[in-house]
């Protein structure tokens, strides 16, 4: 497993989560080389792209998720977070962690976000 998500739960709405994505056997200078990416899908709708954050330490994110959303990184741990704030019903799905880079492109196993109402 290249990617390890972790995180997701049950959580009212207005709540806070916080998803890690650990690259444990990712080498460092790949892991510093390499864009992140947080995406979710809900029952019945395609994967969305939420954040992304590039190596040079840029973010973007995807419209329904700006101002609430942050993703990070912590290269000395491998890790990328995706730290969700003001949470509602509607972001309810399944988040999946993405790595891509030159030669690479993987996928973590996804984390199941529940928002109840």
């Known amino acids: 497993v290249q990617l390890q998500a972790s995180g997701g739960g049950l959580v009212q709405a207005g709540g806070s989560l916080r998803l890690s994505c650990k690259a444990p056997?990712?080498?460092?200078?790949?892991?510093?080389?390499?864009?992140f990416s947080w995406y979710r899908q809900a029952p019945g709708k395609e994967r969305e792209l939420l954040a992304v954050?590039?190596?040079?330490?840029?973010?973007n994110y995807g419209d329904s998720v700006t101002g609430r959303f942050t993703i990070s990184r912590d290269n000395a741990r491998k890790t990328v977070y995706l730290q969700m704030n003001s949470l509602k019903t509607e972001d309810t799905a399944v988040y999946y962690c993405n790595a891509r880079g030159p030669n690479l492109d993987y996928w973590g196993e996804g984390t199941q976000v529940t928002v109840s109402s």
């Open positions: 954050n590039s190596p040079d330490g840029s973010t």
């Open positions: 056997r990712m080498i460092l200078s790949t892991f510093w080389g390499t864009a």
